[in-house]
């Protein structure tokens, strides 16, 4: 059984830093692409970075670049992948959703399993 569960959300004032964490086990994810997504209330689910498991490649959207940084580890069977944020602001304000799956330059990134979310508000 595939989880993906994330933790690490909170509420935080504008300018702080939050990092969250996502947890994926329940198969090999070698091959995968691990992401994370924002949808702020009646918004989209929108992209917001990934990582390539097999070679560490980075992706970001524009209005987290210089911002937020993703980075991912290995423990046992888990793979673990992590958002820092910083300097957030309130339009950061969603909630957060890992996902594994595929990602291409010309497609984005395609969603095969996703996480069930974490809040994070901005706000003073």
């Known amino acids: 059984q595939v989880r993906l569960v994330e933790s690490g959300g909170g509420l935080v004032q504008p300018g702080g830093s939050l990092r969250l964490s996502c947890a994926a086990s329940?198969?090999?994810?070698?091959?995968?692409?691990m992401g994370w997504f924002h949808q702020a209330p009646g918004k989209d689910r929108e992209f917001v970075a990934a990582?390539?498991?097999?070679?560490?490649?980075?992706?970001?959207a524009d209005s987290v670049k210089g911002r937020f940084t993703i980075s991912g580890d290995t423990a046992q069977n888990t793979v673990l992948v992590y958002l820092e944020m910083n300097n957030l602001k309130p339009e950061d304000t969603a909630v957060y959703y890992c996902?594994?799956?595929?990602?291409?330059?010309?497609?984005?990134?395609?969603?095969?399993?996703w996480g069930q979310g974490t809040q994070v508000t901005v706000s003073s």
């Open positions: 996902a594994a799956g595929s990602y291409s330059d010309d497609n984005g990134f395609s969603a095969k399993y």
């Open positions: 329940g198969r090999t994810f070698s091959n995968y692409y």
């Open positions: 990582i390539s498991n097999s070679d560490g490649s980075e992706y970001y």
